[in-house]
């Protein structure tokens, strides 16, 4: 099992630009997230999907948008990048006990 | 506004001694508390978790303790490695909304040889 799995691990972008951050997990778990990492900061929920074809809000939605394309994938996109959203962000999912399992992360940089 | 608070916010310690990391936190009621491990370039990995009416849990070298009652949990760890430099966040769940974590800000540990 590879777990949870993120594409890219490195991007930089333009103020303005647009791109998708991809994510899987082959553990058929229901529940979904993305968050962001900010140095001296914990990690803040972006969005959730707890089932297919569901998403919700988390704490800092604003410049994102999520598609749970299947019960697999869950994919984070940023239609005009922002410097701000230059951040480290996680996908994860959730198994039992609210354990939640993360991917490796993917490291952006908004210039 | 529940809140998870971390201390020290970085710690140094030689290989081999032990070392204590201190979680406080808001969220009540709590469904569960975990501790999580970040190695540098990775994800966060689950090393303890505690529900309310527990008050400690060991995972090999790693042992948590919670008092609910204070509000604190504390993470040792015994005889440290090399390999156990990393960020360790305490991560809480609050009762009724699993989508809702709050994660600490993290203690970052450097063990030296």
């Known amino acids: 099992n590879a777990g949870v799995t993120q594409t890219p691990k490195f991007q930089v972008l333009k103020t303005g630009q647009s791109m998708t951050l991809q994510c899987a997990q082959d553990?058929?778990?229901?529940?979904m997230y993305w968050y962001r990492q900010d140095p001296g900061m914990g990690l803040r929920l972006i969005y959730y999907?707890?089932?297919?074809?569901?998403?919700d809000k988390g704490e800092v939605p604003n410049g994102y948008n999520v598609s749970r394309l299947n019960k697999r994938e869950f994919s984070l996109r940023l239609e005009s990048a922002a410097p701000s959203q230059t951040s480290v962000y996680f996908c994860?999912?959730?198994?039992?006990?609210?354990?939640?399992?993360f991917g490796p992360g993917t490291r952006l940089t908004v210039t | 506004k529940n809140q998870v608070e971390q201390s020290p916010q970085s710690l140094i310690i030689l290989e081999g001694k032990n070392c204590t990391l201190q979680?406080?936190?808001?969220?009540?009621?709590?469904?569960?508390l975990r501790w999580y491990k970040q190695d540098t370039g990775r994800g966060p990995v689950s090393l303890t978790i505690?529900?309310?009416?527990?008050n400690t849990k060991s995972n090999g070298r790693y042992t948590a303790t919670l008092d609910a009652d204070t509000k604190q949990s504390s993470l040792h760890i015994t005889a440290s490695q090399l390999s156990d430099s990393a960020s360790y966040i305490c991560?809480?769940?609050?009762?009724?909304?699993?989508?809702?974590?709050?994660f600490g800000s993290g203690t970052q540990l450097t063990v030296l040889p």
């Open positions: 979680c406080n936190y808001t969220v009540s009621p709590f469904s569960n």
């Open positions: 991560v809480v769940t609050p009762s009724g909304s699993a989508r809702q974590l709050t």
């Open positions: 994860a999912s959730r198994g039992g006990r609210h354990e939640q399992y």
């Open positions: 999907s707890a089932s297919e074809g569901t998403t």
């Open positions: 505690m529900t309310f009416s527990e």
């Open positions: 553990m058929n778990h229901n529940s």
